[in-house]
């Protein structure tokens, strides 16, 4: 769910599409549903458990997931939650057995390489969203875009931004696994001290920025706003969401030209540059550490930048969530996700097809519901919050709901091509350069913007 780790990506990429060499060894799986279920499609409602009747010869479908079984229990309510409801669908599918094997997350890109070297590739493969550039390179990776555009899927129903994320070159490569997106956590008791009201949904930056002034005390070390500022890709998704609020983006719309330059693009660093000379503005040199989340605890920040994640790390602090601000009074609060996905390798027709008929299953409104309600995960699908059953969602995961109905405001992804962690590590850099007084926005990101144009026009 977090901004994910890109320098591997491109090299991963060469030996995916080399696709030659030694298999890699088999991970022991974590979990097997107790009875095989059917390729063909469900008669029955999905998630509704009711067999479903076939004469399909028996498949054996292994699915590479990233959560693991008990021990360690952090993790067990999600393995539970997934595992439960794949066996509803062996139960409802007699002819389909499925091996769901543990795969880490962080590592499933360079797993899945090496497996398809050894033609050992899984049907059903977790991966982050940053890895569809170097998947979609994958000679066996399953082009679902005819199969989306089924009435009953409802590809639709899926937030724009999770739909941008799965696509890569005008063709969907996976469905949304996992979804989130970033707001804006306060300390509501600094706020208070400091005279200020809370922030409203129709806030500014320049609202802000007054708050951020009026927490800040620099001689008791306190500061309004903590910002990543190591380059980091960490450092670039959450000013993405500024860049995007601003009406401005990272590449022109056909992926050749870098415009993170344009005076959308400046106003989008300045505010963070004002911040800085305000006094106001905690830099922060690792931003995947926990000293953020302990000076957040200990009252020594006013406001952070995270996602749904982060609130478990907020134990000591009376916190409330808000959405990104808007540049001005009515303006966009667009914000940034990082879905992850679900992709299907070829394993021949009727592997395809029972793992399509798999993913249906799990990304069904009905079972993202029980999902979202089990574990705290947004809900994937915008008719899940319209759900009288997903109500008291908020109340069983304090603050979540914010970021959930924060999911109307994810329209966009970053560019879903091989070059993108290059031009990251660019505007990353450009955006420190600023932040630590180097140079102003607009030079840093035109000394950017002309070495990603070099990178985007090289063969």
């Avoid at 996700?337 to 299953?361: H, Y």
Wanted: charged fraction near 20%.
């Amino acid at each position: 769910m977090r901004p994910r780790r890109l320098g591997l990506l491109v090299a991963f990429s060469l030996v995916i599409a080399a696709c030659g060499g030694a298999a890699g060894t088999p991970t022991a799986p974590t979990g097997s549903t107790a009875a095989p279920a059917s390729a063909a499609p469900a008669s029955a409602a999905p998630g509704s458990g009711a067999p479903v009747e076939t004469t399909a010869a028996p498949v054996d479908l292994t699915m590479w997931m990233g959560y693991t079984a008990p021990p360690p229990e952090d993790q067990a309510y999600e393995y539970n939650s997934l595992k439960a409801i794949v066996d509803a669908f062996t139960t409802a599918h007699p002819n389909v057995h499925v091996t769901m094997e543990y795969v880490n997350s962080d590592l499933a890109l360079e797993k899945a390489t090496v497996a398809l070297q050894g033609d050992k590739q899984p049907d059903i493969s977790y991966q982050y969203g940053t890895n569809m550039p170097q998947v979609a390179q994958a000679p066996k990776i399953v082009d679902l875009t005819e199969r989306v555009k089924d009435p009953d899927f409802g590809w639709d129903d899926f937030f724009p931004g999770e739909r941008a994320v799965a696509t890569v070159d005008g063709k969907v490569l996976g469905v949304t696994a996992l979804v989130d997106n970033l707001a804006v956590v306060y300390n509501k008791d600094l706020f208070k001290a400091a005279g200020i009201a809370e922030p409203g949904p129709d806030w500014t930056w320049d609202d802000l920025r007054a708050a951020a002034k009026a927490v800040s005390k620099p001689a008791d070390k306190i500061f309004g706003l903590a910002f990543p500022a190591d380059a980091s890709e960490t450092m670039v998704w959450q000013n993405v969401a500024l860049l995007w609020a601003a009406g401005g983006d990272i590449l022109s719309p056909d992926n050749t030209k870098a415009i993170f330059n344009s005076p959308e693009g400046v106003r989008a660093v300045t505010v963070l540059q004002q911040l800085a000379q305000d006094g106001s503005l905690l830099l922060d040199f690792h931003p995947d550490s926990p000293a953020t989340a302990q000076l957040f605890n200990s009252g020594k920040i006013g406001m952070v930048i995270t996602g749904p994640w982060g609130l478990g790390d907020f134990t000591d602090v009376n916190y409330g969530v808000q959405f990104m601000p808007a540049f001005d009074k009515g303006g966009s609060h667009e914000t940034i996700a990082g879905p992850d996905n679900w992709v299907i390798f070829d394993n021949g027709p009727d592997r395809v097809n029972a793992s399509w008929e798999l993913l249906k299953w799990i990304t069904s409104k009905e079972n993202v519901l029980k999902d979202s309600m089990a574990t705290g995960h947004l809900p994937l699908r915008t008719s899940v919050q319209t759900m009288p059953e997903f109500a008291p969602f908020n109340e069983k995961f304090p603050g979540v709901g914010l970021f959930a109905d924060n999911l109307k405001n994810v329209l966009k992804a970053r560019p879903q091509i091989a070059a993108y962690p290059q031009i990251s590590t660019l505007y990353g850099q450009a955006i420190a350069n600023v932040l630590m007084g180097k140079a102003t926005p607009q030079e840093a990101l035109d000394a950017a913007a002309t070495q990603a144009d070099a990178i985007l026009a090289a063969p």
